[in-house]
Nanobody, 124 residues
């Protein structure tokens, strides 16, 4: 189990960019696959981006592919989500999450540890 702390949420205009960061406690960050998930009011939580434990493989939901980039720096125990070309429908609470093991995880139920959530608002 790791503790995840997110930062970087806020307001961004349509078409703008924002970067979220998530820092994990402990010295075993490289043992976890990581993901970014989001949940909008009235919507189910969904995985928007995921990355394996070495950063060699990534996954993106169709809705964000080409606009969002997930990356990690294991030396800093940090995973990032770079969000470009923001759309109003991107407004949601964004969570980073961890699952011990090497492989990319595509479903919310596959993650064991969660960050506190970061509110991202998109203005038109």
């Amino acid at each position: 189990q790791v503790q995840l702390v997110e930062s970087g949420g806020g307001l961004v205009q349509t078409g703008g960019s924002l970067r979220l960061s998530c820092t994990a406690s402990g010295r075993t960050f490289s043992m976890y696959a990581m993901g970014w998930l989001r949940q909008a009011p009235g919507k189910e939580r969904e995985v928007v981006a995921a990355i394996d434990w070495n950063g060699g493989s990534t996954y993106y939901a169709d809705s964000v592919k080409g606009r969002f980039t997930i990356s990690r720096d294991n030396a800093k125990n940090t995973v990032y989500l770079q969000m470009n070309s923001r759309k109003p429908e991107d407004a949601a609470v964004y969570y980073c999450a961890a699952r011990k093991g090497p492989s990319v995880r595509l479903l919310p139920r596959e993650y064991d540890c969660w960050g506190q959530g970061a509110q991202v608002t998109v203005s038109s």
